[in-house]
């Protein structure tokens, strides 16, 4: 039950419960008595896919992707490092990057990107399906300037998360 309680609240810090939702689990938890495997199944089955490294980049959507850019080159002193073919504008931070892209929603994050260790988003994405995750491989190039396929899924707050090779730089 120990191990129970603990991804409990390892899920509320993550905010992946609320503190309702955790408080009423913890609740039917001790009225029921039932294992851990019967009370939560959907952390049971989540396991480790790929070890997570660096956060490679973080997207956001914009109006105006030059301003943008010149706002942070200027702000920060961060230089372009990729144009992908969608318009976007990659400016370095250190090995990791800011994507400034021309999307519906300015002023949101579209996306954050994990590098990993050993990426293979075919491989990658069949461990998500089996865990009930679904995965989306990106294969358009214009969508990048460097690297391979781009692998996409959404957490359990609906936060759009790519992952990466280390390194990648758009």
Do not use: W
Not at 12 to 25: M, Q
Request: a neutral charge.
């Amino acid at each position: 039950m120990v191990p129970l309680i603990e991804s409990l609240v390892d899920a509320f810090a993550t905010r992946r419960l609320s503190r309702r939702e955790l408080v009423a689990s913890l609740a039917a938890l001790i009225a029921t008595g039932e294992s851990a495997s019967a009370q939560t199944p959907a952390v049971q089955q989540i396991s480790k896919v790929a070890q997570g490294a660096t956060i490679n980049h973080i997207s956001l959507a914009v109006t105006d992707v030059e301003r943008s850019a010149q706002f942070y080159s200027k702000l920060l002193g961060l230089k372009e490092v990729s144009r992908p073919g969608n318009g976007g504008i990659n400016l370095g931070l250190g090995t990791s990057f800011l994507g400034l892209y021309k999307l519906a929603n300015p002023g949101t994050v579209n996306h954050c990107c994990i590098g990993v260790d050993g990426y293979d988003p075919v491989r990658i994405a069949a461990s998500l399906k089996e865990m009930g995750v679904q995965a989306r491989i990106d294969t358009n190039p214009a969508n990048r300037t460097s690297g391979g396929d781009q692998l996409f899924f959404r957490d359990p707050d609906n936060t759009n998360v790519q992952l990466s090779a280390n390194g990648f730089q758009g």
